[in-house]
């Protein structure tokens, strides 16, 4: 049963406190998605540059993501394990590319109390270097392969421009790291992986996403391939919403993890990372939420029905007590919150519609009279009385309909803003009257890429996987194209 009553640990029962009036999204949408973070109380800022304090309520929520997803995870034969947030120095700098890639976001330990550490110690960007020094002691033969591993943890990279979620010095994730004994079999945990993420993002968060191939250019440092899901958000910018890296053999020459093959030699591994972020909860807040604040898609929701009990007398307020416990024992297979605060009806419901509960549950003396409450939809503001035999299947019903419905509201909103292109200056033209995902020939030449990306601010974000072979002609230079890419501006 996941009931709570009384006061959540996220909010304080502060009898003059009111719901403030929200920065409108249309009227900025940075303002607005601060606002709502703050004001729902997700996250707050902490005294730390670029960190944040993830509260209950935005605890909760990453919580409720981390389990669908580590399901999922799991579901793939993968087995999570923890390594450790220190790094030496001289494990990251065995791959050239690698430190090159991450150098100006790492953060160093120098010193253990008073003295002077004898090697520099990196507080973890992500976690190859350890991995594979430790793959390397585990693997020796074919029998030991593959190796599925995941973690959850903490990762650290010095941004120079930070965001609530979207991007911050320390970030919650998971990475996967898995060694496989083919290439063949890399690639397939790959797309594997990548398949994973969308039906996630897709199917949990109501996020729609295109999966595709990263540019060489924009490949993760010291992978062969790097695969993408790409969101978009309604200010028009990308959102690197999950990436999948095939790393070919490139890290395990590097730190030497070779096995013994059925055919008696010795040969190296191939080996694949994969994560998601809680820039995530960034993206859901983004793509969903309105002028009254979060719009949560049930599946995630920290509650998802908020009952809010309504009387006037002490008389009506034991009526609708004694009613309140029918409703809370149907509602028993829900996360549900039952709201006895003594703000008034109207502050509650605004303070719901605010955090996002995909159902508000009103009870009022003349629901109890004819027994029923009344549901009112977050994401339509619809309202219907249902009775109490009726209201568990009533609201499982519309809490599948909200999640369906919020998935489609998105894409059409996505598709909508997915503009074809035929040349630079339709491009730009298009990126500045209407901001989103631009799709244009491009003839695979970096030197091509790096010219849009400076003259426009907009890159390529992934060669869709669902690419159509179409003859046309690069927006840049007008050499021939076999099919068109996704560009856009990101965050």
């Known amino acids: 049963m996941a009931e709570e009553t009384g006061t959540l640990a996220s909010m304080q029962p502060e009898t003059a406190r ?3 009036r929200l920065t409108r999204k249309s009227e900025d949408i940075s303002r607005w998605y601060t606002d709502v973070i703050l004001k729902a109380e997700l996250a707050d800022y902490a005294p730390v540059r670029g960190c944040m304090v993830i509260r209950p309520y935005g605890y909760a929520l990453w919580e409720n993501m981390q389990r669908l997803l580590d399901e999922r995870i799991k579901a793939t034969g993968h087995q999570n394990a923890y390594f450790p947030l220190f790094i030496p120095e001289s494990l990251l700098r065995k791959e050239a590319e690698h430190v090159q890639g991450f150098a100006p976001q790492v953060a160093w330990v120098t010193h253990a109390g008073d003295e002077e550490l004898e090697e520099r110690l990196v507080v973890r960007p992500t976690s190859e270097a350890i991995i594979g020094t430790m793959y390397a002691r585990w693997i020796q033969s074919w029998r030991d392969l593959p190796v599925l591993i995941n973690q959850w943890c903490n990762v650290v990279r010095w941004e120079k421009r930070t965001f609530l979620f979207l991007r911050t010095t320390e970030f919650l994730w998971q990475e996967g790291h898995t060694a496989h004994r083919t290439e063949e079999e890399a690639q397939e945990e790959v797309m594997r992986i990548l398949g994973v993420y969308r039906d996630f993002v897709e199917n949990d968060l109501a996020v729609p996403v295109i999966p595709g191939r990263k540019t060489e250019q924009e490949r993760f440092a010291g992978a062969k391939a790097t695969y993408t899901i790409e969101a978009l958000m309604p200010d028009g910018r990308a959102l690197q919403a999950g990436t999948s890296h095939n790393l070919g053999q490139h890290f395990a020459k590097v730190f030497d993890i070779t096995f013994l093959d059925q055919d008696g030699q010795r040969k190296y591994v191939w080996q694949t990372s994969w ?24 599946k995630i929701a920290p509650v998802q029905l908020a009952i809010v009990p309504i009387f006037r007398t002490e008389a009506e307020r034991a009526t609708v007590a004694a009613f309140v416990e029918q409703v809370q024992r149907a509602l028993r297979d829900y996360r549900i919150f039952t709201d006895w605060r003594e703000q008034t009806p109207g502050w509650k419901f605004n303070e719901w519609e605010l955090r996002g509960a995909p159902l508000r549950v009103e009870v009022g003396p003349r629901d109890v009279q004819q027994g029923q409450v009344v549901l009112v939809r977050r994401d339509t503001r619809a309202k219907e009385a249902v009775t109490l035999e009726q209201l568990p299947a009533r609201a499982g019903e519309l809490l599948a309909l909200i999640q369906r419905d919020m998935l489609a509201q998105a894409r059409a909103w996505r598709d909508e803003h997915t503009t074809p292109v035929e040349t630079l200056a339709e491009f730009e033209e298009v990126l500045e009257a209407k901001p989103g995902f631009l799709l ?31 003859e046309g002609r690069c927006i840049w230079d007008g050499r021939p194209s076999n099919g068109r890419v996704l560009f856009a501006r990101s965050y």
Do not use: Y
Not at 277 to 287: D, E, F, H
């Open 18 to 20: 009111f719901v403030e």
């Open 275 to 298: 994560g998601v972020s809680t820039r995530l909860i960034g993206g859901l807040i983004l793509v969903h939420g309105d002028d009254f604040g979060l719009k949560l898609p049930p």
């Open 440 to 470: 244009a020939h491009w003839c695979g030449s970096a030197e091509c890429e790096t010219a849009i990306k400076e003259k426009t601010r907009a890159t390529i974000r992934c060669i869709p996987l669902d690419q159509v072979p179409e």
